[in-house]
């Protein structure tokens, strides 16, 4: 029977490279590609993800993979590299203290897609705006008012003092050209041709949603120079095949399984390996008893073995999760947090019988009820390594059954797994996402708001007041303070539980000298595909 497995998975995986052969040559599209002539032709950047919506600033998906493809058409005034802050839009930059204001010196050799100028009437255009239409990833809320001083110098003034806007605001925010978008009135369903004006490094040539693949063509004029890749691919290649596709040099990037990074260094590839910036968790319905109480949710951490999960389903290839939510490879790590909520079966019992619970048989029960949960998990293969999945689940509910929780496991498709917790139809989740590795801003969004990715949680007024506080220091020790003491209060508070934070790996050929962003992309994406890396 295993040789026939064995026989039966061979085939599949013959089949797989066949299909990304395929959809190499063919394109990204039902239209061949033609290979441009002169300079470096043709780079594929092969993603397990697929696709990641219309990649207009307010089409993408809200995830860090829809954002990075925007990205390649859309700049922003500032950027990042592997070492800090470079000028993008705007070549210079201060923060005039007095005022509580930012000054904005811009670039005056840039030009949309089109051939129009970009000017700050650009700049002031989009913060007012995404101030009327929110973008998903960034609030420009906290910009009282932006006035174009000239053509080519816009200052932001600010409501008042916010740490992370270098990054999140300057280095996250799309411009937008208004003479195309001041009289869209529906900038999500805005997804025509013109959409796509930025002035960017790149221009979408195709984007084809079914198969999740992106063809992009360098900007000639772009104002930091010619991108050396002339055309960028996305396409979409399973895990199990990319390796194959690497070696078969129909992709010059994949994501591989950590198993086969060794390996293909010895063949000739380059490794890069992130930093834990991407975490598991187990999502808590904190608004619906008994997940309500601060002390079940305790009992659930202290039933579940981390690092025996780490080991178990990641085969080691991860860190077990810190109930601060933070990875202990961060800068801004609270260290006072090692060893809590250790794996202890019997404190869990401890706390389940102080709120009434009585053991009897397997499962624990009250008022004669046994008690009995839902954990919800993604079926359909999460394309993001690493990510919690049906294994993880089966894993999570034989401890937690072990513990005393019955655990009803439902597997869902991703997405909807998505829309159920953002509607609070569910009792436990396991989901996950990127951006730990960004400025400590990213605690705000994971904790208090409101999208799915987030633990929606505003019962503890002192956790709230932190998160407050922490945005608006400007010292940074200050703050560091502030960001320690959010840790510790959500492993109070547990909202939801950190599983583990696994490790990537991503093999190239070495045509293009990838990196891992200072962190991460804009707000914190943990991809190595900064445009940056594709122009200079």
Same mark, same amino acid.
């Given at each position: 029977?295993?040789?026939?497995?064995?026989?039966?998975?061979?085939?599949?995986?013959?089949?797989?490279?066949?299909?990304?052969?395929?959809?190499?040559?063919?394109?990204?599209?039902?239209? =061949?590609?033609?290979?441009?002539?002169?300079?470096?032709?043709? !780079?594929?950047?092969?993603?397990?993800?697929? @696709?990641?919506?219309?990649?207009?600033?307010?089409?993408? #998906?809200?995830?860090?993979?829809?954002?990075? %493809?925007?990205?390649?058409?859309?700049?922003?005034?500032?950027?990042?590299?592997?070492?800090?802050?470079?000028?993008?839009? $705007?070549?210079?930059?201060?923060?005039?203290? @007095?005022?509580? $204001?930012?000054?904005?010196?811009?670039?005056?050799?840039?030009?949309?897609?089109?051939?129009?100028?970009?000017?700050?009437?650009?700049?002031?255009?989009?913060?007012?705006?995404?101030?009327?239409?929110?973008?998903?990833?960034?609030?420009?809320?906290?910009?009282?008012?932006?006035?174009?001083?000239?053509? &080519?110098?816009?200052?932001?003034?600010?409501?008042?003092? &916010? $740490?992370?806007?270098?990054?999140?605001?300057? *280095?996250?925010?799309?411009?937008?050209?208004?003479?195309?978008?001041?009289?869209?009135?529906?900038?999500?369903?805005?997804?025509?041709?013109?959409?796509?004006? *930025?002035?960017?490094?790149?221009?979408?040539?195709? !984007?084809?949603?079914?198969?999740?693949?992106?063809?992009?063509?360098?900007?000639?004029?772009? &104002?930091?120079?010619?991108?050396?890749?002339?055309?960028?691919?996305?396409?979409?290649?399973?895990?199990?095949?990319?390796?194959?596709?690497?070696?078969?040099?129909?992709?010059?990037?994949?994501?591989?399984?950590?198993?086969?990074?060794?390996?293909?260094?010895?063949?000739?590839?380059?490794?890069? /390996?992130?930093?834990? @910036?991407?975490?598991?968790?187990?999502?808590?319905?904190?608004?619906?008893?008994?997940? @309500?109480?601060?002390?079940?949710?305790?009992?659930?951490?202290?039933?579940?073995?981390?690092?025996?999960?780490?080991?178990?389903?990641? %085969?080691?290839?991860?860190?077990?999760?810190?109930?601060?939510?933070?990875?202990?490879?961060?800068?801004?790590?609270?260290?006072?947090?090692?060893?809590?909520?250790?794996?202890?079966?019997?404190?869990?019992?401890?706390?389940?019988?102080?709120?009434? !619970?009585?053991?009897?048989?397997?499962?624990?029960?009250?008022?004669?009820?046994?008690?009995?949960?839902?954990?919800?998990?993604?079926?359909?293969?999460?394309?993001?390594?690493?990510?919690?999945?049906?294994?993880?689940?089966?894993?999570?509910?034989?401890?937690?059954?072990?513990?005393?929780?019955?655990?009803?496991?439902?597997?869902?498709? $991703?997405?909807?797994?998505?829309?159920?917790?953002?509607?609070?139809?569910?009792?436990?989740?396991?989901? *996950?996402?990127?951006?730990? *590795?960004?400025?400590?801003?990213?605690?705000?969004?994971?904790?208090?708001?409101? =999208?799915?990715?987030?633990?929606? &949680?505003?019962?503890?007024?002192?956790?709230?007041?932190?998160?407050?506080?922490?945005?608006?220091?400007?010292?940074? /020790?200050? %703050?560091?303070?502030?960001?320690? %003491?959010?840790?510790?209060? !959500?492993?109070?508070?547990?909202?939801?539980?950190?599983?583990?934070?696994?490790?990537? #790996?991503?093999?190239?050929?070495?045509?293009?000298?990838?990196?891992?962003?200072?962190?991460?992309?804009?707000?914190?994406?943990?991809?190595?595909?900064?445009?940056?890396?594709?122009?200079?």
């Amino acid at each position: 029977m295993l040789k026939r497995r064995k026989r039966v998975w061979k085939l599949l995986g013959c089949l797989l490279v066949l299909a990304v052969f395929v959809l190499v040559t063919a394109g990204c599209g039902e239209k =061949g590609v033609k290979e441009p002539e002169g300079g470096t032709s043709t !780079y594929t950047i092969a993603d397990p993800t697929g @696709d990641w919506g219309f990649p207009s600033p307010y089409a993408h #998906y809200a995830r860090g993979p829809g954002y990075v %493809r925007m990205s390649f058409i859309f700049d922003t005034l500032v950027w990042k590299d592997a070492g800090g802050y470079i000028p993008a839009l $705007a070549v210079s930059w201060e923060y005039l203290k @007095d005022e509580d $204001a930012y000054l904005f010196r811009l670039r005056k050799d840039v030009t949309w897609h089109d051939g129009q100028k970009f000017t700050a009437g650009d700049v002031a255009f989009t913060v007012n705006y995404t101030k009327k239409h929110p973008y998903q990833w960034v609030d420009t809320g906290v910009v009282k008012g932006v006035e174009a001083l000239d053509e &080519y110098t816009v200052k932001m003034y600010m409501e008042k003092p &916010y $740490a992370p806007f270098l990054e999140l605001v300057g *280095g996250t925010l799309p411009v937008l050209p208004e003479h195309i978008w001041k009289d869209v009135q529906e900038p999500r369903q805005f997804q025509q041709k013109e959409a796509l004006t *930025g002035p960017g490094p790149y221009k979408l040539v195709d !984007y084809n949603k079914e198969q999740g693949t992106y063809l992009y063509e360098a900007n000639e004029q772009y &104002y930091q120079g010619t991108p050396g890749i002339k055309q960028l691919k996305f396409i979409k290649v399973g895990g199990e095949v990319s390796a194959a596709a690497l070696r078969q040099k129909q992709a010059g990037v994949a994501q591989i399984p950590p198993e086969m990074a060794r390996e293909l260094e010895k063949e000739g590839f380059k490794c890069l /390996e992130s930093s834990h @910036d991407w975490v598991a968790k187990m999502v808590i319905n904190h608004q619906k008893a008994p997940l @309500d109480s601060q002390e079940f949710r305790q009992a659930l951490a202290y039933a579940v073995d981390r690092q025996a999960l780490v080991d178990t389903c990641l %085969r080691g290839y991860g860190l077990a999760g810190s109930p601060g939510l933070l990875p202990p490879d961060n800068a801004w790590y609270n260290p006072r947090l090692d060893g809590q909520y250790s794996y202890d079966p019997g404190k869990s019992a401890e706390l389940l019988a102080g709120l009434g !619970y009585v053991k009897k048989n397997s499962y624990f029960e009250k008022d004669g009820r046994t008690l009995e949960l839902e954990l919800l998990v993604s079926g359909s293969g999460s394309t993001t390594q690493g990510a919690p999945g049906e294994r993880e689940g089966e894993f999570i509910k034989g401890q937690l059954e072990q513990a005393g929780i019955k655990i009803n496991l439902r597997s869902l498709e $991703a997405k909807t797994l998505d829309n159920r917790v953002l509607e609070n139809k569910f009792d436990l989740a396991l989901s *996950g996402h990127g951006g730990l *590795g960004g400025d400590p801003e990213n605690l705000n969004k994971a904790i208090i708001a409101k =999208g799915f990715n987030s633990a929606r &949680y505003e019962q503890s007024e002192e956790l709230n007041n932190l998160l407050k506080q922490q945005l608006a220091e400007m010292d940074q /020790e200050k %703050r560091r303070e502030l960001v320690s %003491r959010v840790q510790e209060l !959500y492993a109070r508070e547990m909202p939801t539980l950190p599983l583990y934070y696994p490790n990537w #790996y991503y093999a190239h050929n070495g045509q293009v000298n990838l990196f891992f962003t200072m962190q991460g992309i804009a707000s914190g994406v943990p991809l190595p595909f900064n445009k940056m890396a594709f122009v200079r």
